[in-house]
Every structure is written in C-alpha cells, then in structure tokens.
C-alpha cells in the first residue's frame, strides 16, 4: 500500500512531453522531504534517474527533469524516445511512518 | 565502478526463512547505507529496511518488523537480509540498494541497486 500516488499509466507519440505526478501528504513530500525518480527497464532493477527533486546523475539526459511544489512532485520527460518506455517510481521519506516509500509506479508508453 | 552483486534466486518452503547476500565493490563500504527493497510479481516497489554497516544498526518498516533482519559485514563488504516465517505472499524479486552518506547524514535516496534476487515461496 504505496502512500505516494501516481498515475498508472501515461503515453506519447516519440518527440512529445509527457509528466508523470507523485501525490503524497503533509508527513513526506509536504513536509519538506526530497523526492526522488527510478527508472525501471523491463526485468532490470531500478536505476536512479532524478535525485533530490530536479537533480540528475551523471549520465542520464536533460530530457528528464524533476519538480516538486507543496505534496506533489513531477517527472518530464521531452522528446519522448522508444528507449524511455518504461516503469517510473517517486520515492520519498516519511516521517510518521518513519521509512522510505515509493509510489505506485507508472508505466510510460511510446506510441 | 560501484557494483553491488546478489545472491541467487532461492525457493523456499512456507514458514521457512530466506537469507540474501549483497556483495559491494569499487566504493568505501563505511560510506554509505544499503537497504532492502521487494517488488512482488506485477507489483511496485516495498522499503524493507536499511543498515549503515560503520553503526551495525538496522531499522525496519513496520510491516516487517518482527520477520525481517538486516546485517552487514565491513570485512567482506556484504550486506544481509533475512525473511523469516515466509508466506507466499512473500514471492518476489529482492532489491540492495545503496544510500550516499555524507558526513553524519544518509541522502535518503539510492544510486545504486543490486541485480535483484527471485525469492520463490512455495509448498
């Protein structure tokens, strides 16, 4: 039972924007805590892809980006390309349930 | 290069225990923290728990606590989770994940994950 909702799902022709939500509450996001993005490949583990809300690792590219306002966050994605498809997860801090969590993941489609 | 290499997959019977193994390599061990994170079938993913292997102490979800015992040896740069009372709702793929620490402070995100180990339980 994930405390941090995202959309399902989410598509977009190759070259479009597509942004995926984290909806969380006032004990993690809106209570100050970073947000965070994984990438997941299918049948590959989790790669790190947005850090402390809009910052990237090395090596990934300035077509991702973060953002984060009150208890929600965004992931961007421009020029959207086959290889982005897809799962994508937020993860944050909580402070009542004092332990990380994740949202409940969305799967990104290249039409 | 940083790696963190896992053990493989296991099948086990229901109320037996698991042990799962994290190997690090090509960063300083003492400087970070490695939590446990599952993703069931078809599923998202689940924080389980965490250590920072200098202090030895590992906390815990709350929905594992009780179950769930997270080690970790500095000799060998290796972390351990244990998942006792196993269910079959505990059929899933096994995450290590490391955490930066700088100076006192763990960043509360990962950089690097292990490849992941299929626990199978099973009658």
């Known amino acids: 039972q994930s405390v941090l909702t995202q959309p399902p799902s989410v598509s977009g022709a190759p070259g479009q924007r597509v942004t995926i939500s984290c909806t969380g509450s006032s004990s993690n996001i809106g209570a100050g805590y970073d947000v965070h993005w994984y990438q997941q490949l299918p049948g590959t583990a989790p790669k790190l892809l947005i850090y402390?809300?809009?910052n990237r690792p090395s090596g990934v590219p300035d077509r991702f980006s973060g953002s984060k306002s009150g208890t929600s966050a965004s992931l961007a994605i421009t020029g959207l390309q086959a290889e982005d498809e897809a799962d994508y997860y937020c993860q944050s801090y909580d402070s009542s349930l004092t332990s990380y969590v994740f949202g409940t993941g969305t799967k990104v489609t290249v039409l | 290069q940083v790696q963190l290499v896992q053990s493989g997959a296991e099948v086990k019977k229901p109320g037996s225990s698991v042990k799962v193994s994290c190997k690090a390599s090509g960063g300083t061990f003492s400087s970070y923290a490695i939590s446990w994170v599952r993703q069931a079938p078809g599923q998202g993913l689940e924080w389980m728990g965490g250590i920072i292997p200098i202090f030895g102490t590992a906390n815990y979800a709350q929905k594992f606590q009780g179950r769930v015992t997270i080690t970790a040896d500095e000799s060998t740069s290796t972390a351990y989770m244990e998942l006792s009372s196993l269910r079959s709702e505990d059929t899933a793929v096994y995450y290590c994940?490391?955490?930066?620490?700088?100076?006192?402070?763990?960043?509360?995100?990962?950089?690097?994950w292990g490849q992941g180990t299929l626990v199978t339980v099973s009658s």
């Open positions: 402390g809300n809009s």
């Open positions: 994940a490391r955490a930066p620490r700088v100076g006192a402070a763990t960043l509360r995100y990962f950089d690097y």
